[in-house]
């Protein structure tokens, strides 16, 4: 029979007279029987496991989730090579991956003139991906339309851009950060309005500390949108700042915010806002893609930063394995799962790759070792949280023929939690919510906490989108619960979510994809039927509240000779000169 996993066995091998037929190599018999003990491995319970290799035309550098489940990976204007690919640097090869069919499909983007290769990435309120700047230094933004398909090109920025980040704000605009070559001071992109540069946000704070500059830490800033609707700078240089882009009559000013503990400067380290205002950090190196690089160590620093009131900063249990250029990912049961990186600053190499994946607990605060990688995936690699509680691990290299690291693949990774009994599932969810709605949800009977993750998108470790919410949910016992979606933008910027519904043993259902916007339909209340004669005098306020506390405008058609309605206040008044139907429009 099979043997369970972490468990100690003793084997015994009689020998002697006890059996005088078992005989060492020499052929003699064994003068004595021999024991020996041995422990197991974790078996899937414990370690999960790793599926089959997902096989991409190009390599995975760039990916997102989509709201119809399907995964997106990009790279640059060559399949295999950044620097010296084929033709002109004007397109982006893609792949779609339907992971319900398993089916692979190639898209060379090249109606938008823009090698996508590290640039900003988000996800919009509309689940669209909106991407900017790139290779080699541009100004160009292209959003893709997971509807159709289709990718657009939008508004220019002001400054070329190559390895910024950009963060998706409570507002549903994107701030985008940093990258090189020009001054990386921050610009704000409204749709239909373009690109807006915030003189009162540069990089340069999170650049230098005490006079020293980290050099190329004007790439890959680490943003958050926060609890208080500002942003925060993580890292990856060990000085954190607080970014508002409303301040300053909207020119924008930052705000010191403390020191990353003791940490270093930390390049390519994995951050995940694992819960409401709480950030993980681990990893990193301080001499990423500099001289030295592959003698200079990785780091196994991790720390808890929490930035709901005042800042503060936990040193937790070091990771068991030094990494940069790691992917972290928020799971549906809090945990944090991280996988691949390198011991050193080296790029486009696998030698020193961290092959032993590890999954960090917020309750306990320590790290659990995971199933060994099956490819090496460091430096453009890539991951992602699926909607079936996976996790998508894929990429590294795209250094061309001299690279031994290109790996145009990936493989599904399924956490410990899916090999704990059945799962539970969501039997019925809306398909989208406002803030602080409550809302109805069915499921099996078994299902006893919720959670929200956020659709993300991802490139060089930086994935601003992904967070974790938890749900306030109450049930009947039999599957049917309410729950209350987040209270506001701040804390859940709009876009679209994985629901997830979890059981006892933390086992996650599949998910409910659903959006969360702040284009929710006012409430308003019904004025009654008003009886007035001609010639009186009219003042009837129409009353109606946005559910997320939107500022409302009014208009009204088909009002009597007379009347007009304050866009501002909703009152209708006036002289009423003759008697008509009346229709309030609101939005």
């Given at each position: 029979?099979s043997?369970?996993?972490?468990?100690?066995?003793?084997?015994?091998?009689?020998?002697?007279?006890?059996?005088?037929?078992?005989?060492?190599?020499?052929?003699?018999?064994?003068?004595?029987?021999?024991?020996?003990?041995?422990?197991?491995?974790?078996?899937?319970?414990?370690?999960?496991?790793?599926?089959?290799?997902?096989?991409?035309?190009?390599?995975?550098?760039a990916?997102?989730?989509?709201?119809?489940?399907?995964?997106?990976i990009?790279?640059?204007?060559?399949?295999?090579?950044?620097?010296?690919g084929?033709?002109?640097?004007?397109?982006?090869?893609?792949?779609?991956?339907?992971?319900?069919?398993?089916?692979?499909?190639?898209?060379?983007?090249?109606?938008?003139?823009?090698?996508?290769?590290?640039?900003?990435?988000?996800?919009?309120?509309?689940?669209?991906?909106?991407?900017?700047?790139?290779?080699?230094?541009?100004?160009?933004?292209?959003?893709?339309?997971?509807?159709?398909?289709?990718?657009?090109?939008?508004a220019?920025?002001?400054?070329?851009?190559?390895?910024?980040?950009?963060?998706?704000?409570?507002?549903?605009?994107?701030?985008?950060?940093?990258?090189?070559?020009?001054?990386?001071?921050?610009?704000?992109?409204?749709?239909?309005?373009?690109?807006?540069?915030?003189?009162?946000?540069?990089?340069?704070?999170?650049?230098?500390?005490?006079?020293?500059?980290?050099?190329?830490?004007?790439?890959?800033?680490?943003?958050?949108?926060?609890?208080?609707?500002?942003?925060?700078?993580?890292?990856?240089?060990?000085?954190m700042?607080?970014?508002?882009?409303?301040?300053?009559?909207?020119?924008?000013s930052?705000?010191?915010?403390?020191?990353?503990?003791d940490?270093?400067?930390?390049?390519?380290?994995?951050?995940v806002?694992?819960?409401?205002?709480?950030?993980?950090?681990?990893?990193?190196?301080?001499?990423?893609?500099?001289?030295?690089?592959e003698?200079?160590?990785?780091?196994?620093?991790?720390?808890?930063?929490d930035?709901?009131?005042?800042?503060?900063?936990?040193?937790?249990?070091?990771?068991?394995?030094?990494?940069?250029?790691?992917?972290?990912?928020?799971?549906?049961?809090?945990?944090?799962?991280?996988?691949?990186?390198?011991?050193?600053?080296?790029?486009?190499?696998?030698?020193?790759a961290?092959?032993?994946?590890?999954l960090?607990?917020?309750?306990?605060?320590?790290?659990?070792?995971?199933?060994?990688?099956?490819?090496?995936?460091?430096?453009?690699?890539?991951?992602?949280?699926?909607?079936?509680?996976?996790?998508?691990?894929?990429?590294?290299?795209?250094?061309?023929?001299?690279?031994?690291?290109?790996?145009?693949?990936?493989?599904?990774?399924?956490?410990?939690?899916?090999?704990?009994?059945?799962?539970p599932?969501i039997?019925?969810?809306?398909?989208?919510?406002?803030?602080?709605?409550?809302?109805?949800?069915?499921?099996?009977?078994?299902?006893?906490?919720?959670?929200?993750?956020?659709?993300s998108?991802?490139?060089?470790?930086?994935?601003t989108?992904?967070?974790?919410?938890?749900?306030?949910a109450?049930?009947?016992?039999?599957?049917?619960?309410?729950?209350?979606?987040?209270?506001?933008?701040?804390?859940?910027?709009?876009?679209?979510?994985?629901?997830?519904?979890?059981?006892?043993?933390?086992?996650?259902?599949?998910?409910?994809?659903?959006?969360?916007?702040?284009?929710?339909?006012?409430?308003?209340?019904?004025?009654?039927?008003?009886?007035?004669?001609?010639?009186?005098?009219?003042?009837?306020?129409?009353?109606?509240?946005?559910?997320?506390?939107?500022?409302?405008?009014?208009s009204?058609?088909?009002?009597?000779?007379?009347?007009?309605?304050?866009?501002?206040?909703?009152?209708?008044?006036g002289?009423?000169?003759?008697?008509?139907?009346?229709?309030?429009?609101?939005?």
């Open positions: 029979s043997l369970a996993g972490s468990t100690s066995y003793s084997v015994s091998l009689k020998g002697g007279s006890t059996d005088p037929r078992v005989k060492d190599v020499a052929g003699n018999a064994l003068a004595a029987s021999v024991t020996w003990t041995f422990t197991t491995s974790a078996g899937s319970s414990g370690i999960g496991e790793w599926g089959p290799k997902i096989n991409f035309s190009t390599v995975p550098v990916a997102a989730v989509l709201p119809n489940g399907k995964l997106l990009w790279s640059s204007w060559d399949r295999y090579d950044f620097i010296s084929t033709g002109n640097r004007d397109k982006t090869y893609t792949n779609l991956y339907d992971p319900n069919t398993g089916q692979v499909t190639e898209f060379l983007v090249s109606q938008t003139a823009h090698d996508m290769f590290c640039p900003g990435t988000s996800m919009l309120e509309d689940g669209r991906i909106h991407v900017s700047g790139g290779g080699p230094q541009v100004t160009t933004t292209s959003i893709y339309n997971y509807s159709n398909n289709q990718w657009q090109r939008d220019d920025m002001s400054r070329r851009r190559w390895y910024n980040a950009s963060t998706t704000l409570s507002s549903g605009q994107v701030f985008t950060l940093g990258g090189i070559p020009e001054d990386g001071i921050g610009e704000l992109w409204t749709e239909n309005s373009g690109w807006r540069v915030l003189s009162g946000l540069p990089i340069t704070p999170l650049t230098e500390e005490n006079g020293t500059h980290f050099d190329l830490s004007e790439q890959h800033p680490k943003l958050f949108t926060a609890p208080n609707g500002k942003l925060f700078a993580v890292g990856p240089s060990p000085r700042d607080w970014y508002d882009t409303s301040a300053n009559n909207g020119n924008g930052i705000v010191f915010a403390g020191r990353r503990s940490d270093i400067y930390a390049q390519n380290n994995v951050a806002m694992f819960d409401v205002g709480k950030i993980l950090t681990a990893g990193g190196n301080p001499n990423y893609d500099l001289a030295n690089a003698n200079t160590p990785s780091s196994t620093n991790a720390y808890i930063v930035i709901n009131s005042t800042v503060s900063t936990e040193k937790i249990q070091s990771m068991h394995y030094p990494r940069a250029y790691a992917n972290g990912v928020v799971l549906p049961d809090g945990k944090v799962f991280v996988a691949g990186g390198l011991d050193n600053g080296d790029n486009f190499t696998d030698v020193g961290t092959m032993v994946p590890e960090f607990d917020p309750v306990t605060k320590t790290w659990t070792e995971m199933a060994t990688l099956p490819t090496p995936r460091t430096y453009h690699s890539v991951a992602l949280l699926m909607p079936d509680a996976s996790v998508f691990v894929g990429g590294g290299g795209l250094g061309g023929t001299n690279c031994n690291c290109n790996h145009p693949d990936g493989e599904i990774y399924k956490p410990p939690y899916l090999f704990k009994g059945a799962r599932s039997l019925n969810a809306p398909t989208s919510l406002g803030y602080n709605n409550v809302f109805t949800v069915n499921t099996t009977p078994d299902v006893t906490r919720f959670s929200l993750i956020r659709l998108s991802v490139t060089h470790t930086v994935n989108d992904q967070r974790f919410l938890p749900v306030q109450t049930g009947n016992g039999s599957g049917n619960f309410s729950l209350v979606a987040p209270a506001n933008a701040n804390i859940a910027p709009p876009g679209y979510y994985m629901l997830f519904a979890l059981n006892a043993n933390g086992v996650p259902s599949v998910a409910k994809i659903l959006q969360i916007t702040g284009k929710t339909a006012p409430v308003i209340t019904n004025p009654g039927s008003q009886t007035n004669p001609i010639g009186a005098q009219i003042n009837l306020p129409i009353i109606a509240t946005s559910p997320i506390t939107e500022t409302l405008s009014y009204a058609t088909g009002l009597p000779t007379g009347l007009s309605i304050n866009s501002n206040t909703g009152v209708i008044n002289t009423l000169t003759a008697m008509f139907g009346l229709l309030i429009l609101y939005k």
